[in-house]
């Protein structure tokens, strides 16, 4: 009994022994990383503030800075774009290429009539040769922005007032915004190569596949207005 007494005294000595634990603070290695007191301060307090946001049924503080995504783009004062025509640049193109020919045939033409002599034959035969190339230099422009002034580059829209602004280009290549409201837009009882609809007394010419939504088209030309088969309406 005795020797089983002195075992139990002794076990706890040997357990507390067994499972010291150093606990000396050792100089850090070369390259180590160290943390400061703020640091380990900081953690402390985040921690404390996660198990107080989950007691209280919130959400935990994030480490990352709030992110907040400010636009540059300024709004147009022609409303909302609803539409871009695909050949803006290539009717822009064809015209200058026009323009630019005419002024040369233009400038070269004295140079032609002086050489070629007939600066000193009859008058007739120089108002001839001046109509000829005349046509080619003036018809030409003249024909071309005739069936190109039309085309709408743009179309703005503003859901407010539901005006719409449908951008051409003019004679002198130079961006012409026509204003109109839905209500003036009357589709043609014949449909033209170069029409669409009219705004008034002009001419529009848009592709209906370029809209990015539908429903913008069927407005534009009035296809989502109601509809009854009274006299009123199928004469409108």
């Known amino acids: 009994m005795l ?41 402390k307090q985040l921690h404390a503030g996660r198990r107080s946001s989950l007691l209280n049924n919130q959400a935990p503080p994030s480490l ?25 640049r290539a009717v822009r193109g ?12 233009l400038f070269i033409m004295p140079q032609i ?19 000829f190339i005349g046509m080619f230099i003036f018809v030409t422009p003249v024909v071309l922005h005739f069936f190109t002034r039309g085309y709408v580059v743009r179309l703005y829209h503003h859901p407010d007032t539901d005006t719409y602004t449908a951008v051409t280009y003019s004679v002198f290549l130079t961006e012409k915004r026509n204003v109109f409201h ?9 449909s033209k190569m170069f029409t669409t609809f009219y705004a008034g007394g ?15 088209y069927n407005h534009l030309m009035g296809y989502d207005k109601p509809f009854s088969f009274q006299p009123e309406d199928m004469d409108s």
């Open 94 to 105: 064809v015209k200058m290429f026009s323009y630019s020919s005419s002024g040369a045939s």
């Open 182 to 190: 839905q209500t003036q837009v009357r589709i043609p009882a014949v």
């Open 64 to 88: 990352c800075p709030s992110i907040r995504c400010v636009s540059t783009a300024t709004p147009s004062t022609d409303g909302e774009l609803i539409y871009t025509g695909s050949l803006g």
């Open 113 to 131: 009539l002086l050489k070629t002599g007939f600066g000193v034959q009859s008058l007739a035969l120089q108002a001839a040769f001046c109509g």
């Open 202 to 216: 002009t001419g529009l010419l848009v592709n209906p596949d370029l809209f990015a939504m539908p429903q913008d």
């Open 3 to 43: 020797s089983v007494n002195v075992l139990r005294r002794l076990r706890p000595c040997g357990l507390y022994q067994s499972v010291n634990f150093d606990v000396t603070v050792r100089p850090a290695r070369l390259g180590a990383r160290s943390f400061s007191a703020c640091c380990v301060r900081g953690v």
